[in-house]
């Protein structure tokens, strides 16, 4: 499919993201066909680029900045200069939607909070991928994928109960917290066009990864009782004395009796 002909073909992004939360969601609405230039540090960049200790060009695109940097393009700004400054506000101006995933209030100190930038560009959407949301006790702290991980839960659900506490292997929080911040910015570009103006969008680690538990925190909430799918009668992963690896789904109305006919 030509871009010209996707869903966001014609839709401006400022990106100011890094690392994982942000680039994945970017990178997203860069698939579906959005112009998402992404405003780097001069000299080093995205911190990704960086991420295992080196600074030929081959290792600044390494294959964990490519995978969640495609279809954009690059350039490097020095934001806190009064140049660099003026430079990114003629881009916005020209923009339809500014996304970063820094702590909470440090586009406002920039400069580039969606207060200001509404004033210059009343279409503008800013979304913003924080650790812990723009408000609570937590609300300046930086966030990890890891951190998001324990704090909600994430990392109590084994199957079995006398297995350590563990970080699930792969960038779980950031992954899904970036799928809710595309969401977001997609409904607001729909409210826009019945209202004409932009707004502020926003998600944090920590409330995507309770979203992505509403049935445990709804069973916590009712009943006090706790939820975990993994430890359900039934259903796991085993072994076999013939060397193979089973799994089974038990999520059915009479298990017992499909695994007994099953054997």
Not at 5 to 26: E, H, K, Y
Not at 39 to 52: A, H, I, K
Not at 229 to 243: I, Q, R
């Amino acid at each position: 499919m030509s871009k010209d002909n996707m869903p966001l073909s014609g839709t401006r992004v400022i990106d100011f993201t890094q690392v994982m939360l942000g680039p994945c969601a970017t990178q997203m609405l860069g698939d579906f066909g959005a112009d998402v230039i992404k405003v780097e540090r001069p000299g080093t960049g995205d911190l990704s680029r960086n991420f295992f200790g080196e600074t030929s060009e081959e290792a600044m695109n390494n294959a964990v900045f490519v995978s969640l940097n495609r279809n954009k393009r690059s350039v490097e700004i020095d934001t806190k200069s009064v140049a660099g400054r003026q430079q990114v506000l003629d881009l916005i101006r020209m923009s339809d939607v500014v996304v970063d995933n820094f702590r909470a209030g440090v586009m406002d100190r920039l400069g580039f909070g969606y207060d200001a930038l509404s004033q210059i560009n009343s279409r503008i959407i800013c979304a913003s991928g924080t650790g812990y949301g723009p408000n609570g006790p937590y609300a300046h702290k930086g966030g990890q994928d890891v951190l998001a991980q324990a704090m909600a839960g994430v990392m109590e659900k084994t199957q079995d109960p006398s297995i350590p506490k563990s970080i699930y292997p792969t960038t779980l929080c950031d992954y899904s917290a970036g799928m809710h911040l595309v969401q977001g910015i997609l409904a607001a570009l729909l409210m826009r066009e019945k209202t004409g103006r932009g707004q502020k969008v926003g998600v944090s680690l920590y409330d995507s990864m309770i979203a992505m538990q509403m049935q445990e925190a709804a069973q916590w909430s009712k009943h006090r009782e706790v939820l975990n799918w993994a430890a359900m009668p039934l259903t796991g992963v085993f072994d076999t004395t013939d060397g193979a690896i089973v799994i089974v789904g038990a999520f059915k109305t009479n298990p017992l009796r499909d695994i007994c006919t099953s054997l």
